[in-house]
């Protein structure tokens, strides 16, 4: 059975950072992809960024480049299966749950595939 689990999440100030980290079981072959998406109640759920685990090529939800570019960084670290999002610099608009989810089919890049199995998401809170 997959599963996907997030951790890390929780309260900061303006300017802090975060660790997320989405550890991976279950799979009885890699996965194509990784990524995090991020979600506001009443509002759509975005894509922030993903990572191939075959091959560590990277990319950014096509929503929210421009405001995390520079901020947040996606790693894997293949022999604990697990995905990290590096947030720095955190801001009041980057409160939301954060998921992580997988994809098994590749596509030409990671976020033009259908994500397949999905964590339960963490909360990121970033206020005074």
């Known amino acids: 059975q997959v599963q996907l689990v997030e951790s890390g999440g929780g309260s900061v100030q303006p300017g802090g950072s975060l660790r997320l980290s989405c550890a991976t079981s279950g799979f009885t072959s890699d996965p194509y992809a990784i990524a995090w998406f991020r979600q506001v109640p009443g509002k759509e759920r975005e894509g922030i960024l993903c990572i191939t685990i075959a091959d560590g090529v990277t990319a950014y939800g096509l929503s929210t480049e421009n405001s995390v570019k520079g901020r947040f960084t996606i790693s894997r670290e293949d022999s604990k299966n697990r995905v990290y999002l590096e947030m720095n610099n955190l801001k009041p608009d980057d409160t939301a749950v954060y998921y992580c989810?997988?994809?098994?089919?590749?596509?030409?890049?990671?976020?033009?595939?259908?994500?397949?199995?999905w964590g339960q998401g963490t909360q990121v809170t970033v206020s005074y």
């Open positions: 989810a997988a994809a098994q089919k590749s596509a030409s890049t990671c976020f033009g595939t259908w994500y397949d199995y």
